[in-house]
């Protein structure tokens, strides 16, 4: 069963940011949400993770709201190689990737 | 740092064959992941070993399917007699032990079953 729901798909304007929205209003406490992005033809590739605060890598941000119920990935400004499909996941007891979304970075 | 390698990266088979699939993991990685993903849908969970400890299993894993990880180290996924439903991509991931489920995935195997 999904833990984690999100938008099947969005477009995003090159050199904008990307907001990829995540909801996840029933993990626990203790469950840390994942974020992965897979390019067409390849395998997944882990992007940041969180579990209370905000945080931030060389790829992108991550927003976790207070009530830990929702989550956004940002990627500050896309570029055309961003264009992929997005996984959120709270892989603590499952490793349930369901369909993610596909984000189209638009030149 | 090769990352995770997986051999073959294509195969085809005939239905009622039996295939082996392995995976070589980032070398100082403790846990290891197999995943099936068709057209469309997300990585699907299979199964995972602690060092040669398989600690879990899904339903999704029929009888046919087997996994190992001898020593360790590499892994390998078998099917046998092989059915046209089991055509997917097959992707391996490692991480390090604890509670960091950051994982890195190979390139896959793309098995079609004819």
């Known amino acids: 069963d999904a833990k984690t729901t999100q938008p099947t798909s969005m477009d995003c304007a090159e050199g904008r940011a990307a907001n990829l929205p995540c909801n996840h209003s029933?993990?626990?406490?203790?469950?840390?949400v994942y974020w992965y992005r897979q390019i067409h033809s390849q395998g997944p590739q882990y992007i940041i993770h969180?579990?209370?605060n905000n945080e931030t890598n060389e790829m992108a941000s991550l927003i976790i709201t207070e009530d830990r119920k929702s989550s956004t990935l940002i990627l500050p400004h896309a570029t055309l190689r961003d264009t992929a499909v997005y996984y959120c996941?709270?892989?603590?007891?499952?490793?349930?990737f369901g369909t993610g979304t596909s984000l189209t970075v638009i030149p | 740092d090769t990352g995770v390698s997986q051999d073959p990266r294509h195969k085809i088979t005939k239905r009622g064959q039996n295939v082996t699939f392995r995976c070589d993991p980032i070398s100082e990685h403790n846990r290891l992941y197999w995943y099936r993903q068709t057209l469309g849908q997300g990585p699907e969970f299979l199964t995972y070993f602690q060092n040669e400890a398989q600690l879990e299993k899904s339903r999704l894993l029929s009888d046919r399917f087997s996994a190992e990880r001898p020593k360790g180290s590499f892994s390998t996924l078998e099917i046998q007699r092989t059915e046209q439903g089991d055509s997917a991509m097959y992707l391996c991931?490692?991480?390090?032990?604890?509670?960091?489920?950051?994982?890195?995935f190979g390139p896959g195997t793309r098995l079609t079953v004819t």
């Open positions: 029933t993990i626990s406490g203790n469950e840390y």
């Open positions: 991931a490692s991480s390090e032990g604890g509670p960091s489920y950051e994982q890195y």
């Open positions: 996941i709270a892989p603590f007891d499952q490793f349930y």
């Open positions: 969180g579990l209370k």
